[in-house]
């Protein structure tokens, strides 16, 4: 079956850096869009990060452009969220997710299957 594993958050200082991982197995990760997602407390679950089957294109919520990338190794079936200058609105628990095809989509909907999330703290 589809799984979705995160891990690498934890707890840092504002301005500091953490690298997300999401590994995949049951599918064929590399005919699949993947996404990230995070969820504060109280809040919606919101799109932060999206990247195509091959890589080729991303996109970005405009809270986190220039300081998250987005990546993946189709031959690991890993995506990757690469988290720099972080703030302190940037804590949530931060979910990787399935897209139901090819495309990047802004919304939880389009996506089929998630990961359990890695909680991400950030301290002022």
């Known amino acids: 079956q589809v799984q979705l594993v995160e891990s690498g958050g934890g707890l840092v200082q504002a301005g500091g850096s953490l690298r997300l991982s999401c590994a995949a197995s049951g599918f064929t990760f590399g005919s699949y869009a993947m996404g990230w997602f995070r969820q504060a407390p109280g809040k919606e679950r919101e799109f932060v990060a999206g990247i195509t089957w091959s890589g080729a294109s991303t996109a970005y919520a405009d809270s986190v452009k220039g300081r998250f990338t987005i990546s993946r190794d189709n031959a690991k079936n890993t995506a990757y969220l690469q988290m720099n200058s972080l703030k302190p609105e940037d804590t949530a628990v931060y979910y990787c997710?399935?897209?139901?095809?090819?495309?990047?989509?802004?919304?939880?909907?389009?996506?089929?299957?998630w990961g359990q999330g890695t909680q991400v703290t950030v301290s002022s």
């Open positions: 997710a399935r897209s139901r095809g090819g495309s990047v989509w802004y919304g939880p909907q389009k996506y089929d299957s």
